[in-house]
């Protein structure tokens, strides 16, 4: 798999305020990456020295495996935090401005926004000026004019923010639909489930610091599936298991969390003695449990 | 690239020529302009026509008569001249009530006293500030006062009339060694004009590029931008749209004047073409020149301006900054003007801020060594460029701190990256 993007410790201080420290990372061709950490933990920063809006303090950015050059950002489509767009202009002047911009010729640019325009469902606002659309539609044109290039490396800091979910989910199956092309795809947002739900990648920041990073799959069997679920009828004795750390006990549900390395085989042949269970599950912990877990106290709250 | 900056140039120049702003102004400034010059024309004539009617009062009907002769004379006379000599006291009263209904203009009480050469002289008018109408009669009355004495001494009206008939003085000019005919009230003309339309499309267009970089700062847009266009890209390319605008819009202006300066409306007011504005063919050449490097210099000390603030409303307090190199120009032209080969117009001409007026100053007034003339546009590029460098590197770290102060390690390390 080709590298599009490595980060290799990289550093940024704001005045005497350090944003990233010593920050790795790697995003390969075909994945959706996900960066993410809570508000002011140094997402937005990182994404910039990606982009060349600001420069490392210290550390190596590379694209498409060679050292960071403005050449590369033809290949890259950039969707900022704080959207920006000409009000004045109109949607499909915007948009073939800004694909000339990277590469486009004008026709091809107007064949290609009005396309995307289609599919993003906003094909007859294309006439229209920017300030008299809503936000959502402003945001799906600034979301467009960051594809109509057909760039191999898409950056988007917090795409969804602001979308209500229809669109939302528009957006998403659209960005799964590029990495399924061959795209990568680096986006970073603080909702955790959406990071579960669509990426292959993620890499987890707090405080400038990488507390996380790695393959999905792989960084959620480092984790104890430690949590039990059971459902029962009849008595719940079993509770008192030597293997049970806490648990949290609704009508007939029981909420487990084990104590490292129990056996919970153990409790099933208990409570299976006792009571009528209709329902054991191991649950393997959501991002969102291994975030908390990985900072614990740590996190800026 | 060159090609970023001629899109974001088309971008900028489509925005602003299809914009409303534009259109209005287009229209409205010549009207405006048209409006001054008619009010102006029209006061001009009623100077020069100064006096209406008016009348004479004298205890000595000779003299009174040849000031009436002196008045009728005069290139620009009065309407009529009545004269009561000697006035009775219901004359008198009679004239107090034509002045007080605006009959006639005034009138003039001259009385000789026995023993003495001179009479005394009083101007009534229905005005408190009627200084032209005195100045015509002090030279009125001197002049009657000769013509009196001519006629003692046996001259005819006519004699009298051909000799005190007022001559007009023309001027000319030691220019390059060589005499050429000049005039003292046109020579100028060039640079005025000069003056006015930078003046104007400074403040107008300086302040709209300063504008236009503060609203890309708070669209945030400049973010997606420059993860394309470098920031040169982005400085130049709004310089040359936003330039290309104004020029446009000069043009139009332009055309406009030449066509009415052309009509037959315009020759029969004494107007033929630009030639009565006295410039010279050489004149003409070097006007684009200044023009056109003021307005890029400037353009770009707005953009920089633009980009150290963060806030629209600032950029009206900057405003005063960006034309004060123009004011002291302006402040400095009449010296300019008598001294023009002085070391300090020499130095002032050679300042790219002053270069553009004061230059030109010099070579309406007489023209400098060409090695000046060459040196200051030389320089004048030269800070056009260096001020559209310095700007771009303004706008890049100006655009990414949120209202926080750059530090100047910081500025360095900006100034080195590209």
Known sequence: MEVLVELERVSKAYEQKAAVRELSLKIEAGTMFGLLGPNGAGKTSTIRMIVGITLPDAGKVSLFSKPWANTSLRRVGYLPEERGLYKKMKVLEQLVFLGELRGLGAAEAARRAKTWCERMQIGDSLDKKTEELSKGMQQKIQFISTLLHDPELIIMDEPFSGLDPVNTLLLQDTLVELKKQGNAVLFSTHRMDQVEKLCDAICLVNRGEAVLSGGMREIKSRYERNHVIIQYEGADGFLQHPAIAEYKSYAGLAEIRLKPHADAQDLLRTAVATSKITKFELVEPSLEEIFIETVGGRADA | ?418
């Open chain 2, 1 to 418: 690239m060159l090609r970023n900056t001629l899109l974001i140039a088309k971008r900028e120049y489509l925005e602003r020529v299809r914009s409303r702003v534009f259109r209005i102004t287009t229209i409205l400034v010549p009207i405006g302009m048209g409006g001054i010059a008619l009010l102006g024309g029209l006061g001009g004539k009623r100077m020069e026509a100064g006096l209406q009617n008016l009348a004479v009062v004298s205890n000595s009907p000779v003299l009174a008569q040849q000031v009436k002769a002196s008045l009728e004379n005069r290139e620009h006379g009065p309407k009529s001249v009545q004269v009561f000599a000697p006035a009775t006291d219901a004359d008198l009263s009679q004239l107090n009530q034509r002045v007080a209904n605006r009959e006639i203009q005034g009138y003039l009480t001259l009385n000789t006293v026995p023993g003495q050469t001179l009479p005394t002289a009083t101007w009534t008018s229905g005005s408190s500030t009627d200084f032209i109408g005195k100045t015509q009669m002090q030279g009125a009355v001197s002049d009657g006062l000769v013509r009196q004495e001519l006629l003692t001494r046996g001259l005819t009206e006519d004699q009298i009339n051909a000799l005190t008939k007022e001559i007009k003085v023309s001027t000319s000019q030691v220019k390059n060694g060589v005499v050429v005919k000049s005039d003292t009230e046109r020579s100028f003309a060039g640079a005025y004009v000069l003056i006015l339309v930078l003046y104007g499309s400074v403040l107008i267009y300086g302040i709209n590029i300063a504008r236009s970089v503060v609203e890309e700062k708070t669209s945030r847009i400049f973010e997606v931008l420059l993860s394309t266009a470098s920031p040169d890209d982005l400085m130049m390319g709004k310089l040359l749209g936003v330039g290309a605008t104004g020029l446009t819009q000069l043009a139009i202006w332009t055309a406009l004047a030449v066509a009415v300066g052309g009509s037959a409306l315009a020759q029969s007011q004494g107007i033929h073409g630009i030639s009565s504005m006295g410039l010279t063919n050489i004149e003409l050449l070097y006007f684009p020149v200044f023009f056109i490097g003021g307005f890029y210099l400037y353009s770009a000390l707005a953009a920089a301006l633009g980009s150290s603030v963060s806030a629209e409303q600032e950029v009206q307090q900057f405003s005063f900054i960006l034309v004060s190199p123009l004011v002291v120009s302006v402040v400095m032209m009449v010296y300019v003007m008598q001294n023009p080969s002085s070391t300090a117009s020499v130095v002032m001409s050679l300042l790219p801020p002053f270069t553009p007026i004061i230059m030109y100053m010099r070579i309406c007034a007489q023209m400098p060594p060409m090695w000046q003339v060459w040196l200051s546009i030389a320089l004048l590029a030269a800070s056009v460029w260096g001020m559209v460098w310095l700007s771009a590197r303004i706008y890049r770290v100006g655009v990414l701190m949120y209202g926080k102060r750059a530090t100047l390690p910081e500025m360095l390390r900006w100034l080195r990256y590209s």
